[in-house]
T-cell receptor, first 113, second 108 residues
Framework: KAGVTQTPRYLIKTRGQQVTLSCSPI?????VSWYQQTPGQGLQFLFE???????NKGNFPGRFSGRQFSNSRSEMNVSTLELGDSALYLC????????????FGPGTRLTVL | KNEVEQSPQNLTAQEGEFITINCSYS?????LHWLQQHPGGGIVSLFM???GKKKHGRLIATINIQEKHSSLHITASHPRDSAVYIC??????????FGTGTSLTVIP
């Protein structure tokens, strides 16, 4: 089976712009979770989608949003980018039954100038 | 206040040594995960535990639900084990909480 794929792998944006990141889960997986990783805060949970519904959301401002399509692919959007949004954004997929193993993608490195 | 605390933050070991990384958490959990992250960012899930002990090769993970504590052990450490090890817990509301990670360097 192919692993989790994320596109693009690297992205440079300027403050005020918006960005959309994409994640394709492992075939058959219905849950996709998104995480932000920064040197200062470490890994932080953004949100989880299961069968096109947001199941949970972390403590991030409303500028961070996401969605999941019927084929389980997911997108994450960040509007009005701030310098502090520079981070590695990781997605992970799982079967979605709760507490099951997550498989991580390689991440998208976002730099905001 | 961090829901997940890991220790030590940094660890240097000689090849062949037995290594222990500890994780304590303060929330109710449905599962605890140990993750490995190599330079460059890729994360691999090593273990998922809800009770007891699991072993995979030279890696052993244990969890004590009553004490809200887990340990990751590496026997006969090798330079390729050098990585950041992250403890993560999944709360009952499907949200993940992460430790800050333990950076392990194994010297030949």
């Amino acid at each position: 089976k192919a692993g989790v794929t994320q596109t693009p792998r690297y992205l440079i944006k300027t403050r005020g712009q918006q960005v959309t990141l994409s994640c394709s889960p492992i075939s058959g997986h219905r849950s996709v979770s998104w995480y932000q990783q920064t040197p200062g805060q470490g890994l932080q949970f953004l949100f989880e989608y299961f069968s096109e519904t947001q199941r949970n959301k972390g403590n991030f401002p409303g500028r961070f949003s996401g969605r999941q399509f019927s084929n389980s692919r997911s997108e994450m959007n960040v509007s009005t980018l701030e310098l502090g949004d520079s981070a590695l954004y990781l997605c992970a997929s799982s079967a979605g039954t709760g507490g099951d193993t997550q498989y991580f993608g390689p991440g998208t490195r976002l730099t905001v100038l | 206040k961090n829901e997940v605390e890991q220790s030590p933050q940094n660890l240097t070991a000689q090849e062949g040594e037995f290594i222990t990384i500890n994780c304590s958490y303060s929330v109710g959990i449905s599962a605890l995960h140990w993750l490995q992250q190599h330079p460059g960012g890729g994360i691999v899930s090593l273990f998922m535990l809800s009770s007891g002990k699991k072993k995979h090769g030279r890696l052993i993970a244990t969890i004590n639900i009553q004490e809200k504590h887990s340990s990751l052990h590496i026997t006969a450490s090798h330079p390729r084990d050098s990585a950041v090890y992250i403890c993560a817990v999944k709360g009952y509301g499907y949200q993940f909480y992460f430790g800050t990670g333990t950076s392990l360097t194994v010297i030949p």
